[in-house]
């Protein structure tokens, strides 16, 4: 007897949807995934069903509201599996920038009835909040990640997460170092792979799009960005830009947030 599909809910909580194209991008696969797989939530795709049991239930998007709280703790009562996609899922994504300012003070500058504004105090990953049994990084992930997951699951493998730092991809690809060659500030040292090292393939640094990798160096990293002529701010927003929540990040951006220049000519 074939094995029984895959029941999926996919849900969105405070992001901008990307993540859930890793899905409907699949192109042709996508067909050959709904021989495996059955989605019985999946708004973007026009299945609504935010109540219904599954097996999978992946999570897009940061806990940043009251309403993102109460519906993350419901889909886990429902699942089987969670499993958070993307970098707001993971880290709490680019709103978690606010986590670093004056919350209040923003939403007051852009909202004229800034009290109709419902928020918690912080922008967070998912698993600040319940328990989450796989992460999938990057910004946004990719079909290659959502297509290897899934295939895994199928075959009843437990997944990998993929830590490896982006600097092996850069090598293995054979493409010249842009921080030895043109003193760009890259983020490849401390970040995963994912990406197959994109923007150092044109000649760009990496801007950290999937995350801390495992056992990041982000002390050496920013040192190395400091004598490359990089002043403490510049310094802390590479850190800050996606991925701010991020624990070895986050230590990293209030470190260099709080030199200031002088104190490096001392």
Known sequence: MANPKLTLAVHKLTSCSGCQLAFL????????????????????????????????????GSIST???????????????????????ATSGGIQALRNMADGPAWKAAIYARPDFIATLATSTGVAEHIKVDFELWGCPITVEQMRHFLRQLRLDVQPRPEA????????????????????APCLGPVVRTGCGALCP?????????FGPSEQPNCDSLANRFAGLGLVPDDIARRFAAIHSHSAPFREQSRRWQSIDVRELDE
Do not use: W
Not at 25 to 40: H, I, R, S, T
Not at 164 to 183: F, I, N, S, W
């Open 25 to 60: 991008n699949q192109g042709p696969a996508l067909l050959d995934m709904l021989e495996e797989v059955e989605f019985l939530h999946f708004i973007e795709a026009g299945i609504e069903g935010p109540e219904q049991t599954v097996d999978v239930a992946f999570v897009e």
């Open 164 to 183: 490896e730092k982006l600097c092996m991809e850069c090598k293995r690809r054979l493409q010249v170092c842009v921080m030895v060659t043109r003193g």
């Open 66 to 88: 009251p309403e993102d709280l109460e519906r993350a703790r419901a889909l886990r009562k429902n699942s089987k599996l969670v499993v958070t996609i993307g970098a707001c």
């Open 201 to 209: 393939a044109f000649g760009r640094a990496c801007y950290g799009c």
